[in-house]
Each structure stands twice: as C-alpha cells, then as structure tokens.
C-alpha cells in the first residue's frame, strides 16, 4: 500500500513537471491542449517540487508526509478547476492522495495524544519509598496470596512503580467471527496511584486498521477506538460502569506486578487454601475479582463480575486465565493469556495475549 502510495504521488507530481515545462516551451505536453502561462508554469512546478517532497519524506517513513501532501493536492486541485477540459480526471488522484494525507495526519495526530496522556501518566508516578518486601510484609494476607508471592519471587525485592510492556495479541471482535485477528499493543501501569494507559493497532483486513486507547486515571477510565485513526467506532467515558470494569482490568493485571498486591487501596478476603477476593477501591470508584492459584502457588486465572460496557445493565462473568508461566526480570508471571465472557450459549474467548517486553521501575 505505502509502495502504491509513493508511484501515484511521484507520477502526479511529474505530471505537474510537464506543466511547466511545456509553459517555457522545453516540452510538448499535450494532455493539456490549453495554452499555460510562464507565471502558471512556476506554479506546476512549485507543486512538482512539494509533491516531491511529500515522496522524500513518504520513502524515509516520515510521520509529517501528508503536510506537504495536502498543501499540493490544494493547489493542484486549483490548477485543475482552471484546466478543467483537460485535466478534469486529475481530481481522482487528488482525492486519493488526500484521503491518504487525512488518514496519515489523524494517526499523527492520535500518536501525539497518545504520547501526551502517558507523559501525564507518568509524571504522576508516586515514590512507593517502600523498603525490600518480605514474609513478614505479606503476613496479614490471606495464605495463598503469600504463596504466591513467595513463589513468584516478589519477596526479597522492592515494589515496582510503574511497569512498561508490549503484547501481541489475537482478538475476536464478536462471538460469531471465526478467524483470529492480529494486533499489536503497548501498556504503561503506575501502581501508585492505581492507572495504566493502554493502546491497540490491529488489521481488520489488508487495507483497514483499528487503532484504540483503554486508560484508567483517577478512578476514571476511558475506551476509544477509531478505524484507520480517523473514524470513530467507540467512544466510552464518564460511565461509572466504565470506570469499575477498567478498575477491574487493572486488578486481575497486577499479576504482571505482583508487588501492587500489597497497595493501601486493595484489601484481600482468603476464600480457601487456593483463592482469594481482592477488592480495589480508588478516588470513589470500587471493584473486585477472585485470585486463583494451583498448588505451586502459581497464577492459575482472575474471575470478576464485569460490566462489558457501559450500555450493559447487568455486569457478565469476565475471565483471564493464565496459559504460560515464565520468569521476567526475576519475577514468575503469566507472559501467555487468555480473556473470556462467559455468555447464555457457552464462554466466549475474545483475547489471547502474550507479553513480548517487559520492563519495571522502582522509585
């Protein structure tokens, strides 16, 4: 697609080249059967040289190509109303070339804000201040919690505050498709206070996308989703319903950093030897989920009752079940799994994730 991109602009541009050469007589150009000023000559080649542009920074993967786009198609769309007659068919490539610019400057404009909101994110970072972990840390809480814990080698280490990771991701956007699509995504957590900051890029098909934010701050969280950046498909804020599934989303996730078990916001309820109720309440908003662990003491899969959006009127049984362990950064984690609704006719496994990178900090 991009490849195309660069032969249609780099064609349309030449196209203007001959416009000026044929206004200072250097060449015939008889798909203009009009004569053409030298002063409208300068300005075909003006745009041949800002088309050429738009390609130069097109092949270099430039994230600013469409501004020099737009500008040509602007002024080369003028010269076309004026030749009219004969150039009339130029208005299909500017449309295509400008609707590839829209696209291009909405994903640059949506990668912005994206960079912006987790630069807050992190700037709220607490300093945890916390000293090394240990049994006598985790005594009061529920048994399995604390094998867990000390399974999953968080004992001995200071807590984390904010995690980085990056997924790859297969997802079902209903419960009829049969065929996985694939995705990309890149999170950042803070655990104190309780946010993260989530985004998706995933392939419908070989020309559409789909590019979506999750972000829990403040208590509050917000779900945007958007077809290739630029039109809009999902758009969930100011929900209390919304906020607690997005609080839940950051509780079952602390499995990927164990050490926020320990938060003043959480409290644990021990259900039997291998489960435990944590709750998570945070600037008003409140919601828990069901830890269970096998007999090693290993994440085994998190159980709420979640809201699956915020038109829903009764929350759904909402599953994230662990289906590999291995060791980062000297911690035990789930890198492997997968989330399930449980619905009337059977569960519905919509996401299957594996974390590719992993990073903590601690301050």
């Known amino acids: 697609m991009r490849i195309a991109l660069i032969i249609l602009i780099a064609l349309h541009g030449i196209i203007h080249l001959f416009g000026f050469l044929k206004a200072f007589n250097l060449a015939k150009f008889n798909a203009i059967s009009q004569p053409i000023s030298k002063t409208s000559g300068l300005l075909w080649l003006i745009l041949f040289i800002v088309f050429a542009t738009a390609v130069s920074l097109l092949i270099s993967e430039s994230k600013i190509w469409w501004l020099p786009a737009f500008l040509a198609v602007i002024g080369s769309q003028l010269l076309i109303i004026n030749f009219w007659h004969d150039a009339k068919f130029g208005t ?118 789909i590019v979506g934010r999750d972000k829990f701050e403040a208590g509050n969280g917000e779900m945007t989703i958007k077809l290739l950046s630029l039109i809009p498909v999902a758009d969930a804020k100011n929900s209390h319903k919304v906020n607690q599934a997005s609080l839940q989303r950051f509780l079952a996730e602390i499995v990927w950093f164990p050490s926020a078990s320990l938060s003043k916001y959480i409290t644990w309820q021990p259900i039997n030897s ?60 789930p890198v492997a799994c997968e989330a399930s609704w449980e619905q009337e006719n059977g569960v519905w496994t919509w996401l299957k994730l594996k974390i590719t990178e992993i990073n903590y900090n601690i301050m």
């Open 92 to 209: 299909i490539l500017n449309l295509i070339i400008l609707v590839s610019a829209l696209i291009a400057y909405a994903s640059f404009s949506f990668n912005n804000t994206i960079a912006a909101e987790r630069s807050i994110l992190l700037k709220n970072t607490q300093t945890n201040g916390a000293q090394v972990i240990t049994e006598k840390t985790i005594s009061e809480l529920p048994v399995s919690v604390q094998k867990w814990l000390k399974n999953n080698g968080t004992v001995g280490k200071r807590p984390v505050s904010n995690v980085h990771l990056k997924q790859a991701l297969q997802l079902k956007l209903n419960p009829e498709q049969e065929n996985w699509n694939t995705g990309k995504a890149e999170q950042y957590v803070t655990t104190h206070p309780p946010a993260f900051h989530w985004t998706i890029n995933t392939k419908i098909n070989s020309i559409f996308s």
């Open 274 to 333: 291998y489960s435990a109720k944590a709750t998570l309440e945070y600037n008003g908003t409140k919601g828990s989920g069901e830890f269970h662990f096998d007999e090693n003491g290993n994440f085994k899969k998190f159980v709420a009752m979640r809201f699956k959006d915020s038109n829903a009127i009764e929350p759904t049984k909402w599953m994230v079940n662990a289906t590999q362990i291995e060791e980062r950064n000297g911690i035990k984690i």
